[in-house]
T-cell receptor, first 116, second 113 residues
């Protein structure tokens, strides 16, 4: 199992450009998440998905969009990049969201994005 | 407001010097507390889940405990390879049937040989 994979590892964007961060998991997890991590701050949830075709906003969704057409893939789209979107982005997945276990999230290696 | 606070922010230990990291939380309706390890330039790596006060989990030199207001990650006789940032996260209800993870800012642990 490769687990959660993300591409690209690094990217530099100019203000106003757009890009898609790719995320794929091979664990057959229904739940997938996108976070951003900024220095000195905890990870913040951008968007999440509870299954193919179902997505919803997290704490900091502005400036981002997502789609989930398959169980495996959960791409994050940045439209009109701004310097405030400079961050490290992590994709994660989990098997469930219950108290019976299986709700631990597994993270990808991250994408470091700089917007200048 | 749901909140997670980790202390200390940074901790430097000598190899073999045991210590504890703290994670205190305020959340309405705790649905689990998670510990992660994060190495520089990598994604968080899952360590433990704790669901109820009094619960304990162990893995090698690490032991996590949970009370109603905080969790401790005890590190016994640490080695340099234990150096990393340790993240704590609590899971709370986030509308409907979904949960959310609220992360602390982490404790940066450095273990010197």
């Amino acid at each position: 199992n490769a687990g959660v994979t993300q591409t690209p590892k690094f990217r530099i964007l100019k203000i106003g450009q757009s890009m898609t961060l790719q995320c794929t998991q091979d664990m057959n997890h229904n739940y997938m998440y996108w976070y951003r991590q900024d220095p000195g701050m905890g990870l913040k949830l951008i968007y999440y998905s509870v299954g193919a075709g179902i997505t919803d906003k997290g704490e900091v969704p502005n400036g981002y969009n997502v789609s989930r057409s398959t169980t495996e893939d959960f791409p994050l789209r940045l439209e009109l990049a701004a310097p405030s979107q400079t961050s490290v982005y992590f994709c994660a997945s989990s098997y469930s969201m219950s108290l019976a276990g299986g709700d631990e999230q597994y993270f990808g290696p991250g994408t470091r994005l700089t917007v200048t | 407001e749901d909140q997670v606070t980790q202390s200390p922010e940074a901790l430097r230990l000598q190899e073999g010097e045991s210590s504890s990291l703290n994670c205190s939380y305020t959340v309405s309706g705790l649905r689990g507390l998670f510990w992660y390890r994060q190495d520089p330039g990598k994604g968080p790596e899952f360590l433990f889940t704790l669901y109820s006060a009094g619960e304990e989990k162990e893995k090698e030199r690490l032991k996590a405990t949970l009370t109603k207001k905080e969790s401790f990650l005890h590190i016994t006789a640490p080695k340099p390879e234990d150096s990393a940032t340790y993240l704590c996260a609590v899971q709370a209800r986030y509308g409907g049937a979904t949960n959310k993870l609220i992360f602390g800012t982490g404790t940066l642990l450095a273990v010197q040989p």
